[in-house]
T-cell receptor, first 116, second 111 residues
Framework: AQKVTQAQTEISVVEKEDVTLDCVYETRDTTYYLFWYKQPPSGELVFLIRRNSFDEQNEISGRYSWNFQKSTSSFNFTITASQVVDSAVYFCALSERGSGTYKYIFGTGTRLKVLA | KAGVTQTPRYLIKTRGQQVTLSCSPISGHRSVSWYQQTPGQGLQFLFEYFSETQRNKGNFPGRFSGRQFSNSRSEMNVSTLELGDSALYLC??????????FGPGTRLTVL
């Protein structure tokens, strides 16, 4: 069965610190997708990144970077030089092909507080 | 392209009433999924519609139902509202099996 674990419930950092949000997943499929979403206080989930299971290349986008390691079933997210605007809840998600259709499952989220 | 839109944004209902929420997906997206988000339970999958057919269903009672129209717009209905139905209801659309794009949500309060 598919499962996504975000063990960190809440993280507080001081502005300009680097922070890594952990995500561990379980799946039996060889083809799957992994995602990160950001949910600011307004409530809307904002898509950040997608990775498919065949692409283990790390990705960097500005201050954001993602480390995908199939060997440890992890897809971690690092924010470099954090800013107050990064304060939000971050969700990791997994999409795998079940019995004919893809199903999404979300982790429980990590609340990040960046203090000025 | 316009993003996913949801109406209304806020709703206040009383126990026993019913409510209908609406979601318009991104143009060209045929899959619409609904989620319930509460502080205690996190993001819970309700159901997914594709080409007017329910394709997946989460573990919610029959009071929660949905439908999708030929233009891919979707509605979800909750009948006989309970206090525990107070939540943020999020709709997401996707083109294929990958990225879901979310709307701003409907915040439902049941008194």
């Amino acid at each position: 069965a598919q499962k996504v674990t975000q063990a960190q419930t809440e993280i507080s950092v001081v502005e300009k610190e680097d922070v890594t949000l952990d995500c561990v997943y379980e799946t039996r499929d060889t083809t799957y997708y992994l995602f990160w979403y950001k949910q600011p206080p307004s409530g809307e989930l904002v898509f950040l990144i997608r990775r498919n299971s065949f692409d283990e290349q790390n990705e960097i986008s500005g201050r954001y970077s993602w480390n995908f390691q199939k060997s440890t079933s992890s897809f971690n997210f690092t924010i470099t030089a954090s800013q107050v605007v990064d304060s939000a809840v971050y969700f990791c998600a997994l999409s795998e092909r079940g019995s004919g259709t893809y199903k999404y499952i979300f982790g429980t989220g990590t609340r990040l507080k960046v203090l000025a | 392209k316009a993003g996913v839109t949801q109406t209304p944004r806020y709703l206040i209902k009383t126990r026993g009433q019913q409510v209908t929420l609406s979601c318009s997906p991104i143009s060209g997206h045929r899959s619409v999924s609904w989620y319930q988000q509460t502080p205690g339970q996190g993001l819970q999958f309700l159901f997914e519609y594709f080409s007017e057919t329910q394709r997946n269903k989460g573990n919610f009672p029959g009071r929660f139902s949905g439908r999708q129209f030929s233009n891919s717009r979707s509605e979800m209905n909750v009948s006989t509202l309970e206090l525990g139905d107070s939540a943020l209801y999020l709709c997401a659309s996707s083109f294929g099996p990958d990225t879901q794009y979310f709307g701003p949500g409907t915040r439902l309060t049941v008194l």
